[in-house]
């Protein structure tokens, strides 16, 4: 059974930095797309990043130049790291691994930028 959990969220002032980080358990990693997205209240679940198997990356406009997504497939870890923070960054973040038609995701970590 594949489970992802994230760790890392919290509260940041703007302009600060948080690491996400995912635990990947109950396959191999590096079979695995992988990726994050965000839900903010009252809005609809965006994609963030993503990672492919070969480790190409993909980023959503508003993050670019500011988050970089990265695995560690000998650990099964999916990180995010996030920079520059903006209140708009707001939301709850989750991880998923991708294979196929098959998509699993994390339970989420709260991220709240506020002064």
């Known amino acids: 059974q594949v489970q992802l959990v994230e760790s890392g969220g919290g509260l940041v002032q703007p302009g600060g930095s948080l690491r996400l980080s995912c635990a990947v358990s109950?396959?191999?990693?590096?079979?695995?797309?992988v990726g994050w997205g965000r839900q903010a209240p009252g809005k609809q679940r965006e994609p963030v990043a993503s990672m492919t198997t070969s480790g190409n990356t993909n980023y959503a406009d508003s993050v670019k130049g500011r988050f970089t997504i990265s695995r560690d497939n000998a650990q099964n870890t999916v990180s995010l790291q996030m920079n520059s923070l903006k209140p708009e960054d707001t939301a709850v973040y989750y991880c998923?691994?991708?294979?196929?038609?098959?998509?699993?995701w994390g339970q989420g970590t709260q991220v709240t930028v506020s002064s």
């Open positions: 109950g396959t191999i990693l590096k079979m695995y797309a």
């Open positions: 998923y691994a991708e294979r196929g038609d098959l998509r699993y």
